[in-house]
């Protein structure tokens, strides 16, 4: 590609006084058209370093994720619902939310949900070095593990942000970074109707879904997600779960897929 490249650009240079508009405009249509086209750009993509937003797997599985970072109004209600349902989620929380809330982060490991990490103070991740992440991540999983027993083996970015920077460093502390490719958009106050709209049109086998605790109308919404979930043959399994096991890769949209 980058010699065709290279002789477009040297027609044009070359016959800068003799070519006619035309000519020119379809040398330059040639290199948009090369450095543009999907599989251009999918290998370029395939290069980056991406957090996991969704697994293929055989049969129709997805996770319920939550992320905690302030309020604590709802935790115990999510967790009677999740329960009633025998669904067991995963919620990414927060080092200081731990420190505000143990009481609430053993309800959760006690009743079967997975607790994972979210970042020790939500700060944002691409702002920092490599030390300063482990550091940060670390800290967290420290509190996590203190209360429930159990070391966080998933990470999710705070505010979604990310580079390669950040997921090369989280996964070379031997954590999984997990992103979503479903978000309910629960905090920004949506309706509960709208909420599960969202969710259950988005849902697909594999999918991760994101909401968040003390979001307003989410413990209203996940009764009719989970009836329309199950209803559709998927089984609601925790992150660490739905992963795949073995040699895997990461397509370009952040797709887990087995390397087999």
Wanted: proline residues 4%; negative net charge.
């Amino acid at each position: 590609m980058k010699k065709t490249i290279s002789r477009a650009l040297a027609y044009i240079g070359s016959h800068r006084q003799a070519a006619s508009g035309a000519a020119l405009v379809l040398a330059v249509i040639l290199i948009f058209t090369l450095v543009s086209s999907p599989a251009v750009v999918g290998v370029s993509a395939s290069r980056r370093s991406l957090p996991v937003y969704s697994v293929e797997r055989d049969g129709k599985y997805a996770a319920l994720t939550f992320d905690a970072a302030w309020g604590n109004e709802d935790t115990e209600e999510l967790i009677d619902i999740l329960t009633r349902y025998g669904v067991r989620a995963t919620f990414f929380i927060v080092g200081d939310w731990v420190d505000k809330y143990p009481e609430s982060v053993r309800a959760l490991a006690d009743s079967g949900m997975e607790v994972m990490n979210h970042s020790d103070d939500h700060a944002h991740f691409s702002q920092l070095s490599a030390a300063e992440i482990e550091a940060n991540i670390n800290a967290c999983s420290d509190k996590i593990e203190s209360v429930t027993g159990a070391r966080p083996t998933l990470f999710r970015c705070p505010y979604g942000e990310y580079d390669d920077h950040v997921i090369d460093t989280v996964r070379g502390m031997g954590v999984t970074p997990i992103q979503w490719d479903v978000d309910s958009l629960d905090w920004k106050g949506l309706d509960a109707a709208q909420i599960t709209r969202r969710v259950t049109n988005g849902v697909k086998p594999g999918s991760i879904v994101l909401f968040h605790n003390a979001a307003e109308h989410t413990p209203e919404a996940l009764p009719s997600i989970i009836e329309s979930l199950l209803a559709d043959g998927y089984t609601l399994v925790p992150v660490s779960e739905l992963l795949l096991e073995g040699e895997f890769d990461i397509d370009h949209t952040g797709r887990m897929r087995s390397a087999g």
